[in-house]
């Protein structure tokens, strides 16, 4: 059965740093699409990053120089190292995966694994 299970959210001041995790069973990540999506209260799903089989990231242009996606083959486990954490970061976090090799943020659709989610607060 196909599982991902997301950590590291919480509260943080505005400048601060956040790591999240998503721990993968069911599969292995370095054949699946992985993505990181948010949706704040009142908000759409919008794409934050992605990485695929060939490790090449994508970013929202909103979190560019200050996210990073990666991946431990050897975990079977994507983070996202979020700084410089502002307030308009503040949504739950979701990751997510598909078995194509190449990743998009544009299509929320695409993926059809989802974990949980994992509250990302940025406030002082």
């Known amino acids: 059965q196909l599982q991902l299970v997301e950590s590291g959210g919480g509260l943080v001041q505005p400048g601060g740093s956040l790591r999240l995790s998503c721990a993968v069973s069911?599969?292995?990540?370095?054949?699946?699409?992985l993505g990181w999506f948010r949706q704040a209260p009142g908000e759409e799903r919008e794409g934050v990053s992605c990485?695929?089989?060939?490790?090449?990231?994508r970013y929202a242009d909103s979190v560019k120089g200050r996210f990073t996606i990666s991946k431990d083959n050897a975990r079977n486990t994507v983070y996202l190292q979020m700084n410089s954490l502002k307030p308009e970061d503040t949504a739950v976090y979701y990751c997510?995966?598909?078995?194509?090799?190449?990743?998009?943020?544009?299509?929320?659709?695409?993926?059809?694994?989802w974990g949980q989610g994992t509250q990302v607060t940025v406030s002082s």
């Open positions: 997510a995966a598909v078995s194509i090799p190449y990743c998009s943020i544009n299509v929320v659709g695409l993926y059809d694994h």
């Open positions: 069911g599969f292995t990540v370095d054949y699946y699409a």
């Open positions: 990485i695929g089989d060939s490790g090449t990231p």
